[in-house]
Protein backbone atom coordinates (compact mmCIF):
# COMPACT_ATOMS: atom_id res chain seq x y z
CA UNK A 1 0.00 0.00 0.00
CA UNK A 2 1.28 3.37 -0.83
CA UNK A 3 0.61 6.08 1.53
CA UNK A 4 -0.51 9.46 0.20
CA UNK A 5 1.03 12.98 0.41
CA UNK A 6 0.51 14.73 3.28
CA UNK A 7 2.04 16.87 5.82
CA UNK A 8 1.09 18.08 9.92
CA UNK A 9 2.96 20.43 11.63
CA UNK A 10 5.31 18.97 14.24
CA UNK A 11 5.45 16.97 16.38
CA UNK A 12 2.34 15.40 14.73
CA UNK A 13 -0.88 13.61 16.30
CA UNK A 14 -2.58 10.36 15.20
CA UNK A 15 -5.92 10.99 14.30
CA UNK A 16 -4.80 13.70 11.32
CA UNK A 17 -2.81 10.40 9.82
CA UNK A 18 -4.49 8.90 6.31
CA UNK A 19 -4.41 6.08 6.84
CA UNK A 20 -4.22 5.49 10.46
CA UNK A 21 -1.62 3.53 11.82
CA UNK A 22 -2.36 0.35 13.66
CA UNK A 23 -1.04 1.42 17.01
CA UNK A 24 -3.26 0.14 19.78
CA UNK A 25 -2.04 -3.81 19.75
CA UNK A 26 -5.91 -5.04 19.29
CA UNK A 27 -5.06 -8.44 17.86
CA UNK A 28 -2.10 -9.13 20.37
CA UNK A 29 -2.69 -11.68 23.29
CA UNK A 30 -0.50 -10.71 26.65
CA UNK A 31 0.82 -14.13 28.44
CA UNK A 32 1.82 -12.08 31.68
CA UNK A 33 5.29 -12.22 30.10
CA UNK A 34 6.28 -8.86 32.24
CA UNK A 35 3.57 -9.96 35.28
CA UNK A 36 4.98 -7.65 38.52
CA UNK A 37 7.30 -5.20 36.43
CA UNK A 38 6.99 -1.76 36.36
CA UNK A 39 8.21 -0.35 32.91
CA UNK A 40 8.70 3.16 31.84
CA UNK A 41 8.57 3.96 28.09
CA UNK A 42 9.75 7.56 26.73
CA UNK A 43 7.91 8.96 23.63
CA UNK A 44 5.16 6.92 24.09
CA UNK A 45 1.64 9.17 23.40
CA UNK A 46 1.48 7.15 19.98
CA UNK A 47 3.40 5.50 17.40
CA UNK A 48 6.30 2.45 17.93
CA UNK A 49 6.15 3.89 21.59
CA UNK A 50 2.20 3.38 22.38
CA UNK A 51 2.47 0.07 20.69
CA UNK A 52 4.89 -0.92 22.97
CA UNK A 53 3.06 1.05 26.12
CA UNK A 54 -0.04 -1.39 25.03
CA UNK A 55 1.97 -4.68 24.58
CA UNK A 56 3.89 -3.86 28.23
CA UNK A 57 0.12 -3.94 29.92
CA UNK A 58 -1.29 -6.76 27.98
CA UNK A 59 2.00 -8.67 28.88
CA UNK A 60 1.16 -7.64 33.08
CA UNK A 61 3.60 -3.86 33.50
CA UNK A 62 2.80 -1.04 35.36
CA UNK A 63 3.82 1.56 32.74
CA UNK A 64 5.00 4.97 32.85
CA UNK A 65 5.23 6.83 29.51
CA UNK A 66 6.69 10.51 28.74
CA UNK A 67 5.86 12.62 26.00
CA UNK A 68 6.75 16.06 24.34
CA UNK A 69 2.91 17.77 24.08
CA UNK A 70 0.18 15.65 22.10
CA UNK A 71 -2.29 15.46 24.90
CA UNK A 72 -5.03 13.85 22.56
CA UNK A 73 -2.66 11.33 21.56
CA UNK A 74 -1.32 10.48 25.69
CA UNK A 75 -4.94 10.11 26.38
CA UNK A 76 -5.58 7.99 24.42
CA UNK A 77 -2.51 5.65 25.30
CA UNK A 78 -3.38 6.75 28.92
CA UNK A 79 -7.17 5.19 28.20
CA UNK A 80 -5.53 1.75 26.11
CA UNK A 81 -2.60 0.86 29.17
CA UNK A 82 -5.38 1.11 31.68
CA UNK A 83 -8.17 -1.13 30.18
CA UNK A 84 -5.18 -3.84 30.38
CA UNK A 85 -5.96 -3.52 34.45
CA UNK A 86 -2.54 -2.01 35.43
CA UNK A 87 -0.96 1.52 36.82
CA UNK A 88 -0.36 3.80 34.05
CA UNK A 89 2.10 7.28 34.85
CA UNK A 90 1.91 10.32 32.23
CA UNK A 91 4.37 12.87 32.10
CA UNK A 92 4.71 15.55 29.14
CA UNK A 93 7.79 17.43 28.92
CA UNK A 94 10.86 18.18 26.74
CA UNK A 95 13.67 15.69 26.72
CA UNK A 96 16.15 18.15 25.30
CA UNK A 97 16.07 19.52 28.83
CA UNK A 98 18.27 17.92 31.36
CA UNK A 99 15.77 18.26 34.49
CA UNK A 100 13.12 17.28 32.54
CA UNK A 101 14.50 13.83 31.90
CA UNK A 102 15.35 13.73 35.65
CA UNK A 103 11.89 14.58 36.45
CA UNK A 104 10.20 11.54 34.19
CA UNK A 105 12.14 8.80 35.91
CA UNK A 106 10.98 10.26 39.25
CA UNK A 107 7.27 10.29 38.14
CA UNK A 108 7.59 7.11 37.28
CA UNK A 109 9.28 5.78 40.13
CA UNK A 110 7.06 7.53 42.54
CA UNK A 111 4.04 6.47 40.17
CA UNK A 112 4.53 3.19 40.43
CA UNK A 113 6.66 2.53 43.22
CA UNK A 114 9.90 1.38 41.38
CA UNK A 115 11.49 0.19 37.69
CA UNK A 116 12.30 -2.75 35.61
CA UNK A 117 12.30 -2.20 32.40
CA UNK A 118 13.41 1.23 30.38
CA UNK A 119 12.68 1.95 26.74
CA UNK A 120 14.46 5.16 25.43
CA UNK A 121 12.31 5.77 22.87
CA UNK A 122 11.10 9.14 22.48
CA UNK A 123 13.75 11.37 19.40
CA UNK A 124 13.09 13.30 16.57
CA UNK A 125 14.52 13.88 13.06
CA UNK A 126 14.80 16.75 10.07
CA UNK A 127 14.72 16.24 6.54
CA UNK A 128 17.81 17.62 5.20
CA UNK A 129 19.01 17.85 1.26
CA UNK A 130 22.99 17.80 1.98
CA UNK A 131 25.13 18.63 4.60
CA UNK A 132 25.01 22.06 4.20
CA UNK A 133 21.75 22.24 5.20
CA UNK A 134 22.15 20.99 8.66
CA UNK A 135 22.40 24.09 11.29
CA UNK A 136 23.74 24.20 14.40
CA UNK A 137 20.81 24.97 16.43
CA UNK A 138 18.77 21.52 14.71
CA UNK A 139 21.54 19.51 15.25
CA UNK A 140 22.09 20.21 19.02
CA UNK A 141 18.83 20.28 19.75
CA UNK A 142 18.55 16.55 17.80
CA UNK A 143 21.20 14.84 19.85
CA UNK A 144 19.56 16.41 23.09
CA UNK A 145 16.50 14.71 22.27
CA UNK A 146 18.03 11.74 20.39
CA UNK A 147 21.38 10.76 22.56
CA UNK A 148 21.80 12.88 25.50
CA UNK A 149 18.70 12.32 27.17
CA UNK A 150 18.79 8.38 26.46
CA UNK A 151 21.73 8.58 28.59
CA UNK A 152 20.21 11.20 30.83
CA UNK A 153 17.34 8.82 31.23
CA UNK A 154 19.03 5.78 31.98
CA UNK A 155 22.12 7.20 34.27
CA UNK A 156 18.37 8.41 36.53
CA UNK A 157 16.73 5.13 36.45
CA UNK A 158 20.20 3.14 36.87
CA UNK A 159 19.85 3.20 41.10
CA UNK A 160 16.45 1.79 40.58
CA UNK A 161 17.47 -1.34 38.34
CA UNK A 162 18.45 -4.63 39.91
CA UNK A 163 19.57 -7.61 38.59
CA UNK A 164 17.22 -9.05 35.73
CA UNK A 165 16.12 -6.00 34.89
CA UNK A 166 16.37 -4.65 31.12
CA UNK A 167 16.79 -1.56 29.30
CA UNK A 168 15.91 -1.15 25.44
CA UNK A 169 16.93 1.90 23.00
CA UNK A 170 15.37 2.61 20.04
CA UNK A 171 17.61 3.19 17.68
CA UNK A 172 17.19 2.84 13.40
CA UNK A 173 17.75 1.01 10.16
CA UNK A 174 19.89 4.79 9.21
CA UNK A 175 22.33 3.48 11.84
CA UNK A 176 22.86 0.45 9.80
CA UNK A 177 23.27 2.31 6.87
CA UNK A 178 22.88 5.94 6.49
CA UNK A 179 20.29 8.03 5.36
CA UNK A 180 21.16 10.63 2.58
CA UNK A 181 17.82 13.03 3.81
CA UNK A 182 18.71 12.33 7.07
CA UNK A 183 22.61 12.93 8.07
CA UNK A 184 22.54 14.40 11.89
CA UNK A 185 19.52 11.99 12.93
CA UNK A 186 21.86 8.89 11.46
CA UNK A 187 24.65 9.85 13.46
CA UNK A 188 22.06 9.89 16.30
CA UNK A 189 20.93 6.94 15.83
CA UNK A 190 24.75 5.37 15.40
CA UNK A 191 25.91 7.14 18.51
CA UNK A 192 22.44 5.19 20.15
CA UNK A 193 23.92 1.96 19.05
CA UNK A 194 27.51 2.61 20.35
CA UNK A 195 25.90 3.38 23.49
CA UNK A 196 23.75 0.16 23.84
CA UNK A 197 27.21 -1.96 22.95
CA UNK A 198 29.18 0.15 25.79
CA UNK A 199 26.83 0.11 28.01
CA UNK A 200 25.25 -3.84 27.74
CA UNK A 201 29.14 -4.37 28.24
CA UNK A 202 29.30 -1.78 31.74
CA UNK A 203 26.21 -3.25 33.70
CA UNK A 204 26.96 -6.86 32.83
CA UNK A 205 28.30 -7.73 36.27
CA UNK A 206 25.16 -6.67 37.71
CA UNK A 207 22.56 -8.45 35.87
CA UNK A 208 21.17 -5.91 33.70
CA UNK A 209 20.15 -6.35 29.95
CA UNK A 210 20.63 -3.74 27.73
CA UNK A 211 19.90 -4.38 23.78
CA UNK A 212 18.69 -2.16 20.28
CA UNK A 213 15.69 -1.70 18.38
CA UNK A 214 16.24 -0.56 14.93
CA UNK A 215 13.30 -0.02 12.83
CA UNK A 216 12.69 -0.14 9.29
CA UNK A 217 10.43 2.52 7.85
CA UNK A 218 7.61 2.92 10.43
CA UNK A 219 4.14 4.16 9.75
CA UNK A 220 3.89 6.98 12.71
CA UNK A 221 3.18 10.91 13.47
CA UNK A 222 6.96 11.82 12.91
CA UNK A 223 6.86 10.94 9.14
CA UNK A 224 4.34 13.42 7.65
CA UNK A 225 5.39 16.05 10.49
CA UNK A 226 8.90 15.82 9.45
CA UNK A 227 9.22 14.84 5.84
CA UNK A 228 7.77 17.02 3.29
CA UNK A 229 4.84 15.65 1.51
CA UNK A 230 6.51 13.99 -1.75
CA UNK A 231 8.62 11.99 0.66
CA UNK A 232 5.78 10.50 2.54
CA UNK A 233 4.39 9.23 -1.08
CA UNK A 234 5.49 5.97 -1.17
CA UNK A 235 7.21 6.19 2.04
CA UNK A 236 8.56 2.43 2.85
CA UNK A 237 8.17 1.47 -0.47
CA UNK A 238 11.33 0.90 -1.76
CA UNK A 239 12.04 -2.07 1.12
CA UNK A 240 12.25 -5.37 -0.05
CA UNK A 241 8.34 -6.30 1.40
CA UNK A 242 7.09 -2.80 -0.34
CA UNK A 243 5.38 -0.84 2.62
CA UNK A 244 6.50 0.87 5.71
CA UNK A 245 5.98 -1.25 8.85
CA UNK A 246 2.84 -0.32 11.29
CA UNK A 247 3.72 0.12 15.26
CA UNK A 248 1.84 -2.83 16.04
CA UNK A 249 4.29 -4.89 14.27
CA UNK A 250 7.32 -3.34 15.88
CA UNK A 251 6.30 -3.41 19.53
CA UNK A 252 6.65 -7.62 20.14
CA UNK A 253 10.56 -6.91 19.66
CA UNK A 254 10.53 -5.16 22.80
CA UNK A 255 8.41 -7.52 24.24
CA UNK A 256 11.03 -9.97 23.67
CA UNK A 257 13.79 -7.70 24.91
CA UNK A 258 12.04 -7.21 28.08
CA UNK A 259 11.22 -10.09 29.05
CA UNK A 260 13.52 -12.32 31.28
CA UNK A 261 11.68 -15.41 30.31
CA UNK A 262 12.56 -15.14 26.51
CA UNK A 263 15.74 -13.02 26.42
CA UNK A 264 17.93 -13.74 29.31
CA UNK A 265 20.97 -14.47 27.49
CA UNK A 266 20.36 -11.10 25.09
CA UNK A 267 22.68 -8.12 26.14
CA UNK A 268 24.46 -5.83 23.57
CA UNK A 269 22.16 -7.08 21.03
CA UNK A 270 19.85 -4.80 18.27
CA UNK A 271 16.84 -6.64 16.79
CA UNK A 272 16.59 -4.54 13.32
CA UNK A 273 12.83 -4.94 11.85
CA UNK A 274 13.39 -3.82 8.42
CA UNK A 275 10.99 -4.88 5.91
CA UNK A 276 13.74 -8.05 4.69
CA UNK A 277 16.51 -5.71 3.86
CA UNK A 278 19.49 -8.01 3.57
CA UNK A 279 22.62 -7.82 5.86
CA UNK A 280 21.43 -5.46 8.03
CA UNK A 281 21.70 -7.18 12.10
Request: glycine share 10%; hydrophobic share 40%.
Given at each position: ??????????????????????????????????????????????????????????????????????????DET??????????????????????????????????????????NHA???????????????????????????????????????????????????????????????????????????????????????????????????????????????????????????????????????????????????????????????
Amino acid sequence: MRMPAQMQDYPGTTHEMVPRPRDRMTDYEGSGLLEGCRALVTGGDSGIGRAVAVAFAKEGADVAFGYLCEEEDADETHRLVELQGVRCVRRAGDLSRPEECEALVAAAVSGLGGLEIVVNHAGTQYQRDSLEDVDDEGMLRLFAVNVFAPIRITRAALPYLDRGSSIINTASVTALHGSPTLLDYSASKGAILSFTYALASSLADRGIRVNAVAPGPVWTPMIPSTFDPEHVEGFGSRTPLGRPAQPDEIAPSYVFLASDRLSSYYSGQVLAPVGGEPGLT
